[in-house]
């Protein structure tokens, strides 16, 4: 079981992420003010009334912490522990209407993740993470799909506005062969949900091909401790600040991984 300072810290970050979700879904229905923040990507003031949320609580949480977060950025000392933050990963699919947007945290001491939460609250889906043996997709054991053969799987992939052209060719080149190998291929953009999905054994597995630290830092280790991996398309283990993340069950990445780079 994990050490009972980290559970305390769990229940205490996981009520934040509670209220930051509540607060989505009650301003979704209102009138949003969305700027543009990076060429057709958006930023809307539910993300900012979330990040002060979720930066304020934490803060009165874990007083010395430092924090990463999606609109903020980074703030406090390099060598502390940190919050890595994304307040409302989805936008786009937020700022919509949609439902596939959550609230994702992550803590970190030396570089490690002991803490991850999902809150995805119309996808109806809450992950906890905590080092030392919990990993939960609404209470209960997470556990990663038994699909076998990529012919069943069903994948999601990343596909932004901010990608380069020789990133969306790229994305472009990989969703079009796996369309031809796979039951289904979905683009959802929301990599934090995504991921805690594949740990759910919804999804069978989710590619990303510029992946930021903010979105998927708390459910990477939640697919591992689900069985499933976590890697570059080179098949090395992704870390944090690697672009490359590719999850899945585990059982069909050799086959996920060989499709990515004939691509």
Known sequence: MPEPRLLALLDGAAAIARQAAELLVDMQDGELAVARKDFRDVVTAADLASERLVIDGLRRLTPGAAILSEEAGFSGAASAPRWIVDPLDGTVNYAGGLPWFSVTMAYQEEGRTLLGLTHAPLAGLVAHYAEGGMATINDRPAAVSATASLADAVVSICLTSHYAPEELARTNEVIRRLSGLCRGVRVLVSGGLEMSLVAA??????????????????????????????????????????LEKIASNGLIHEELLAAIRAA
């Open 201 to 242: 054994g919804r999804l069978d597995a989710f590619i990303g091909l510029k992946a930021d630290i903010v979105s998927h830092a708390a459910a990477m280790p939640l697919v591992r401790a689900a069985g499933g991996r976590v890697t570059t398309a080179a098949g090395a283990e992704a870390r944090d600040e690697d």
